[in-house]
C-alpha cells in the first residue's frame, strides 16, 4: 500500500528534535514539544480554484517549516507521518544550516 494525498494535501516526515546536554547525553522530544520542520514525502495533484488549477509549490524531499498546529498526524509502517494542506506550509528551507 502507498500513500498518495488528495488535492493540495502534502505528507511530511516530522524531523525528530533531539537536544544535546552539556555531557553529551541525548535529550529525546517530549511530547508538549512538536517540530515545524519536516521533509516533504508525497504531494497531492493541486486543486482548482475559481476555475484554475493551483500548482503544487512543493516536491517530494523538500525541507519544509510548517504551522505549528497544522494538520493530522498518522502512523504508516512504524513513522509518525503529518498531512497537511500546502496552505499550512510557511517556507521552503535551503541549504544546510
Do not use: H, W
Not at 494525498?5 to 546536554?21: F, G, M, T
Not at 541525548?26 to 515545524?36: A, F, M
Not at 521533509?39 to 488549477?53: A, E, L
Not at 504508516?76 to 507521518?81: I, P
Amino acid at each position: 500500500m502507498k500513500l498518495k494525498p488528495l488535492y493540495d494535501r502534502v505528507v511530511i516526515l516530522p524531523d525528530k528534535k533531539e537536544e544535546v546536554s552539556s555531557l553529551g547525553i541525548i535529550l529525546p522530544q517530549t511530547n508538549d514539544e512538536k517540530s515545524c520542520i519536516g521533509t516533504v514525502v508525497r504531494v497531492g495533484n493541486g486543486q482548482m480554484f475559481d476555475g484554475k488549477k493551483v500548482d503544487m509549490q512543493v516536491k517530494e524531499k523538500d525541507k519544509v517549516l510548517y504551522s505549528k498546529f497544522a494538520g493530522s498526524s498518522f502512523k504508516f509502517k512504524d513513522e509518525t507521518y503529518l498531512i497537511i494542506r500546502q496552505a499550512d506550509i510557511l517556507s521552503i528551507l535551503e541549504g544546510d544550516e
